[in-house]
């Protein structure tokens, strides 16, 4: 399944029997056409009158321009973003990436070249922990307290101060490895990125989408 079927197929199955909004859909034909009319004039034209405006009038009732070169998409800030549905979201693809490549393993006979006969998987044990361990915990506060340039590259030199302050090796890797993650997440939803609490429930949002899972491996429960 490649990537675009795989992400029409996830929308399916968040909408779940209320099925697709058409509105949404609406908005997104809108933004293309509007980002494609200066490179295909005419086409986009021809959409926008014929398809797109007697399409939207019946779920919108408002009048839309009679021409594109009229029609202004509405202004959105950054205020109107809600990162804590981008960060549940990127969280469900990450358990769902691990899900699958586990399943396979498990599949697979384990380790590379064992092929054991395996009994079939009927369910599947999904953990979470409802906070971050201590050490976790510890980074993301150091971190908080970082200078960032406007790139959202650390200016303050964390790294050298776990080296100082861990002696075990294995655990400054960890501690290393998870700080690195935790300013990645920042360059996209900023500081928030260092909260020792998610802005979401993650037991909620396993549950929600368990079908998905359900759908990926091909199994009947998930606990």
């Not at 922990?129 to 960032?148: G, H, N, R």
């Not at 935790?182 to 037991?203: H, M, N, Q």
């Amino acid at each position: 399944m490649c990537i675009r079927d795989r992400y029409r197929e996830d929308y399916k199955a968040f909408c779940g029997t209320a099925g697709p909004r058409l509105d949404l859909i609406l908005k997104y034909i809108e933004v293309q056409i509007l980002l494609l009319h200066p490179i295909a004039p005419h086409l986009t034209e021809y959409i926008y009158r014929e398809h797109f405006v007697p399409a939207s009038q019946k779920v919108h009732n408002k009048l839309w321009p009679k021409f594109i070169l009229q029609h202004r998409l509405q202004d959105v800030s950054i205020q109107d973003i809600d990162y804590g549905k981008i960060r549940a979201y990127d969280y469900f693809k990450k358990v769902q990436r691990n899900v699958i490549l586990a399943f396979e393993k498990q599949k697979a006979g384990g380790k590379k070249g064992k092929q054991t006969e395996q009994q079939p998987i009927s369910t599947c044990y999904l953990f979470y922990s409802p906070e971050y361990p201590d050490w976790q915990t510890a980074i993301l506060e150091k971190l908080s307290k970082c200078e960032f340039n406007e790139n959202f590259d650390c200016i303050t030199d964390w790294k050298a101060q776990i080296k100082e302050e861990t002696q075990q090796q294995d655990v400054m890797k960890k501690q290393l490895q998870f700080g690195a993650f935790a300013i990645s997440e920042a360059k996209t939803v900023g500081k928030e990125a260092f909260d020792v609490k998610l802005p979401f429930d993650e037991a909620k949002v396993l549950e929600y989408h368990q079908d998905i899972i359900k759908r990926d491996i091909n199994i009947e429960n998930i606990q």
